[in-house]
């Protein structure tokens, strides 16, 4: 069978693109490939279109938005995967832009389609007395609880997101002054994340009993699962689940119920930001590619500030009726507010 044009700009979108040029990651081509799952799915199913019928021509404005619609409705996605699909197709039309030039107008035409607001969720975290409670549930008489200690304690000390935990390796780290980890993060970005002293006692303690520092050693994954092979992020997911579960029996208030890895980033984070660390530096302690996405810890900072400052005032200030509770004359009340001796 004949392949379609669709077919042969996907799979050099896939194989040279998106690797070559934008050098995404193995998740990232992976949330890409599901996003084009769901669009052949989309095409099928609504269109009555088969996926060997689809053409570049299909990949228009008008199916982008029915698209993103069909995930809403049909799929009840949330606004942000909505949004990130549409992210993943204003990809392709960059990518088009370039190699298929007769798709140039419809590919604007798609780069121009908004994304969705969505109200801002509340950042949920643990406060650190939360992430004592958590890492104390761990048994470290055994290899695997020595293991997961270090593993989670490692997640909060240096902030890193789970898919950058798992890749780390032995010759990722350096024991030598200044001591540090080198983490690849989002789109090939490399960054050196410090090891502070109360990490460093842990870390090189495992790091000796699993011989990971040995030279014939230094390219395996430093943090492996009962099979020797290096960790999912399920399988990280599902570690902190349990601990978490057992925490919550003890405080509920100190561990949220939904507790993931990547609110052990966000402890962290918003640990920083309470001791009024500057959002630059917090920006590149956590691989952020912008501040702006670094200010929503501080943000939430603030609102929590307020928040408390407000609920202390109303002890001592006693309450006031508002003047014009008293006079319910607008005229009256106005001429009140230019009375001299109102100072």
């Known amino acids: 069978m004949k392949r379609t044009d669709f077919a042969s700009a996907v799979h050099r979108y896939f194989r040279d693109y998106l690797i070559n040029d934008r050098g995404c990651s193995e998740r990232t081509i992976e949330t890409y490939r599901y996003a084009f799952i769901q669009f052949i799915d989309f095409m099928e199913n609504s269109l009555r279109i088969k996926p060997e019928k689809i053409e570049l021509k299909h990949i228009d404005h008008q199916h982008i938005q029915s698209f993103l619609s069909w995930l809403e409705c049909e799929r009840k996605v949330s606004t942000a995967t909505r949004n990130q699909r549409l992210a993943v197709f204003k990809g392709l039309a960059t990518f088009l832009k370039y190699d298929y030039p007769e798709c140039i107008d419809t590919a604007i035409q798609i780069q121009n389609i908004k994304l969705k607001k969505s109200q801002s969720k509340e950042i949920s975290y643990l406060k650190p007395e939360g992430i004592k409670l958590l890492l104390s549930q761990i048994n470290r008489t055994s290899q695997a609880g020595r293991r997961d200690f270090t593993m989670f304690t490692l997640l909060y000390a240096t902030g890193v997101r789970v898919s950058e935990l798992i890749e780390i390796r032995g010759r990722d780290v350096s024991l030598s002054a200044p001591k540090h980890i080198v983490i690849f993060g989002k789109g090939g970005k490399v960054r050196h994340v410090p090891i502070v002293r109360h990490l460093s006692s842990v870390l090189e303690k495992y790091l000796e009993e699993n011989c990971s520092m040995l030279p014939q050693n230094l390219d395996r994954y430093v943090f492996v699962n009962h ?117």
Request: contains cysteine; charged residues 25%.
């Open 227 to 343: 099979s020797n092979e290096r960790f999912t992020r399920q399988g990280i997911n599902h570690l902190l689940s349990k601990y978490a579960k057992v925490a919550r029996k003890i405080d509920p208030t100190l561990v949220p119920s939904d507790c993931s890895p990547h609110k052990i980033r966000h402890s962290m984070a918003m640990a920083m930001v309470e001791n009024e660390t500057d959002l630059i530096i917090i920006r590149d302690f956590l691989g952020h590619s912008s501040v702006q996405t670094t200010e929503i810890y501080a943000k939430l900072s603030a609102s929590r500030r307020m928040t408390a400052i407000e609920a202390a005032s109303k002890e001592i200030v006693p309450p006031e009726e508002a003047l014009w509770v008293k006079n319910t004359s607008l005229k009256e009340w106005l001429k009140f507010m230019t009375n001299p001796k109102i100072m």
